[in-house]
């Protein structure tokens, strides 16, 4: 999904979860998955060693998210797209109805399918949490 954002847009906004935040989800493994600070330097060298050598012209911010609205009903930020997956495109099309009714323009939605296994399951972080999956 980061890689698509980087095609289509010339700044991106990369929403990482904070951990507070995280303690009030209902995730399987909760606790194996990594401090906000590890998950943030993670997702900067991804991007800086691999995403941006193939995007160049590209800029990016990595802000900390208690929750999936933060960020995109900011008035304050210019937003044209909004990336997910297809098992979160109905959050996406509820940030829509959310940003419309601030007055905010829609954003176009891009899905990104997900990633299956030869058993045609998706392939997600719990399952690699869980020991389901190995890297």
């Known amino acids: 999904m980061i890689s ?3 095609e289509i847009a010339e700044h991106v906004i990369i929403g990482i979860v904070r951990d507070e935040a995280l303690a009030k989800l209902d995730k ?11 998950r943030i330097l993670n997702v900067t060298s991804y991007v800086d060693n691999v995403i941006l050598k193939k ?10 998210i208690l929750g999936p609205y933060d960020v ?3 008035e304050k930020r210019k937003i044209d797209y909004i990336v997910v997956s297809d098992e979160t495109l109905p959050r996406a099309v509820m940030i829509n ?3 419309e009714k601030k007055g905010l323009n829609s954003l176009e939605i891009v899905v990104v399918p997900m990633v299956k296994d030869q ?6 972080a719990h399952r690699f ?7």
């Open 97 to 99: 109805v959310l940003r």
């Open 55 to 64: 995007f160049p012209n590209r800029t990016y911010e990595v802000v900390g």
């Open 4 to 6: 698509k954002a980087f």
């Open 119 to 124: 058993y045609g399951r998706p392939i997600s």
């Open 129 to 135: 949490r869980t020991g389901e999956l190995e890297a």
């Open 72 to 74: 995109v009903l900011e």
């Open 28 to 38: 399987i493994c909760r606790e194996a998955i990594q401090p906000y600070d590890i």
